[in-house]
Every structure is written in C-alpha cells, then in structure tokens.
C-alpha cells in the first residue's frame, strides 16, 4: 500500500480508480476514536473547495489516514448561509465484514481449535481479507450450528468461546490477541495536574454477578438444577443474580460450578477517563499508571479507547480499564477519605444502607 505522510487525508474512490488529497479539510474537527474490541472511527467535516477530494466524499468511498482504510459511512451535505460543508462519519474497513457472510454452517455441536474455526469462517471469503493469531490458544472448544453469519459476528462468537483478549484490524488482516501478547507495559503514568487536566473515575455495579442458577440441559439431565453463589461478595453487595448457565455435556458438579463461577463479575466496576496533553504517546494496549495526589489514588490501568483530534490539538481523551485491581485501589482509597471526613466531622453522619 502508498505510503502517506500522516497529516494527510486522503480519500479514494471504492472502485479505487480516482485517489486525492482532503485540501479542504477542516482540521479542527478531525476525530479519530480507537476503542479496543468496539470502535475504529473517523469524523469531520470538510469545506467546499471546488476539488476533486471534496466531490469524493460520498458513501463507500474510502478516506486513508495514518496507513489505515476507512469507508465512508454517513454523509451530511449541509448549505447554509452560503456556505457547503460535508460531514463524515466513516468506519475501519474491518467493519465491511458486517456484510460479508460465511454460509456454509457446521451443523451440530463441533469441536474446534481457533485456528481451525478461523479457517472455516474466512474460508472463500471475498475482498481479501486474512486473519493472524498472536498468542497461544491451544484448547478445543465446542461450536454449535457454527456458520451461517457475517464474520464480524462469527469473530465475536470465537472471542468468547476462545477468550480472544482483543481484535485489532490492520487494513484488512484481522489480528486476534491473547492478554500476554497484547497488553505492553510502558512505566509511563498519568498524573493530575501535571500532564493530565482532568480525570474522572465513574463507578458502577450495574453488571455485577454473585449468583447464578447451574442448570444440565442434556437429554437426560445429569444433575438437578442448583445455585452457584459467592458469599463473600453477597456479603459485602448483597445478591446480584444473573442469567442461568447450561451445559448439555458436564456431568461433574464440581466442573459445573466451575463454569456457572466463571460468570461472575464480584465488584463493581471502574472506568477511569483523563485528558492528557500526551497525543502521540498513547495506544491502546498499552499499560500505564493513574496517579491522583491528592487522594494518594495510584493503580496500573490498561488503556482501552483514545479520542484524539490529531491534527489540530495534542490534548487526547483516553478511558482506561475497570478491572478488579482498579476498582480496590479506589475504594483503598474512598475508605481513608471517608475515616479522616469522620474524624474532622463534630455531626452524626448517615451510614449508607443503617438507619
């Protein structure tokens, strides 16, 4: 593929014949949004210029940047007060795979390893696409009725099935990722009010699990159903049920619990979001440390969506994981604040959930 500077926008025709350079780009509202697992997004607006690029922005063309294709998707032709402008909203060329279809199905259930799955899903494929395992995958899984679907939602079904960590397109060679193979550590920190100007920590338990019904589905049930619970987190949260687990092949309660516990999500989760001044310096993937001083808040946090307007600003929205490790950091850290506001307050102080 060309080799363009990066900023340059360049937009082609889908039939490839007629590529231009963007020159009437606003570049105040060029936006590109990463988001691990969900988003590879471009949007902005150009100016009426009279050129080629302009008269190019229309949907399913292509606009290249950084390397990357990316098909347009919305188009917002807009006249006003004399003025044209077009608005763009265009997706990663790995999300033409929403319309491209395996239909050949595996009937039954099936066991495959993900390379073999992966074959079988891209297998007479069009449009070139291919896929690259990084890590290691080396069990077996069950696939049933496997087939007959796009490949965006056949590769969802072998994330979860494989616990693929992250997909990550590159053009058209999709990349699956296990944690080790794709996380990097960076020793490289955010810090409020040195080189981050804002951070918020949003918590929330919306998702939490802590008890789930066990249920054999086979055509003569192995076990009565039976209810897989954590006490320390009920305890703690109190009873958080979720949908039940089946399986039509464990036999072994024991094994069942193992798999009905792997649905739990214990503690509520955190989702961390700062503004940093460091726009080339971060990736997703990437793992750094947020420190807020002023509550003595230090965790290591996986960064997992980068909002950037790269050709106008080096300020760069970036949301870091909410994992379990995180979520104890901060509450490590809430239960200090609220011992020292206690200690300072002279009031009777309400205890959320006692009267």
């Known amino acids: 593929m060309t080799t363009y500077a990066k900023n340059k926008v360049i937009i082609q025709s889908h039939d490839d014949k007629t590529t231009q350079v963007l020159s009437g780009l606003d570049f105040s509202t060029f936006q590109l949004t990463i988001t691990k ?5 471009l949007d902005f607006t150009a100016n009426d210029d009279g050129s080629v690029g302009f008269n190019l922005l229309t949907v399913e063309n292509i606009v290249i940047y950084d390397g990357q294709k990316y098909v347009i998707k919305q188009v917002t032709d807009d006249n006003t007060d004399g003025k044209h402008t077009i608005t763009v909203t265009a997706m990663h060329i790995f999300y033409q795979l929403n319309n491209i279809f395996q239909f050949n199905v595996k009937t ?3 066991s495959f390893t993900l390379t073999q799955a992966l074959k079988f899903l891209f297998n007479g494929v069009s449009g070139g696409y291919s896929y690259r395992i990084n890590g290691t995958f080396n069990s077996s899984k069950t696939l049933t009725d496997f087939g007959n679907t796009s490949v965006v939602e056949g590769l969802s079904t072998l994330k979860d099935a494989f616990n693929v960590y992250a997909i990550v397109p590159d053009n058209m060679t999709i990349n699956l990722y296990d944690e080790k193979s794709y996380v990097k550590k960076t020793y490289k920190a955010f810090r409020y009010r040195h080189d981050t100007s804002s951070m918020q920590l949003q918590y929330d338990s919306s998702t939490m699990v ?9 055509e003569t049930p192995a076990f009565k159903p039976f209810i897989v619970q954590d006490n320390d987190s009920i305890n ?11 399986s039509d092949s464990i036999t072994d309660t024991n094994a069942m619990k193992t798999l009905a516990s792997q649905s739990f999500i214990l503690e509520p989760t955190i989702s961390i979001t700062v503004v940093s001044t460091e726009n080339d310096g971060v990736a997703i993937g990437e793992q750094w440390h947020v420190l807020l001083p002023d509550s003595a808040l230090s965790t290591a946090v996986e960064v997992v969506s980068v909002v950037t307007m790269p050709l106008a600003t080096t300020a760069v929205q970036v949301t870091l994981n909410n994992n379990r490790s995180n979520f104890l950091d901060a509450q490590r850290v809430k239960s200090e604040d609220l011992k020292q506001a206690s200690g300072k307050s002279s009031m009777p102080m309400w ?3 006692e009267v």
């Not at 703690?236 to 089946?246: S, Y």
């Open 37 to 41: 697992n969900e988003a590879y997004q």
């Open 108 to 110: 039954g259930d099936n």
């Open 210 to 218: 802590n008890r789930v019904q066990a249920v054999s589905t086979a």
């Open 236 to 246: 703690k949260w109190g009873v958080h049920d979720g949908a039940r687990v089946e």
């Open 351 to 353: 205890v959320i959930g």
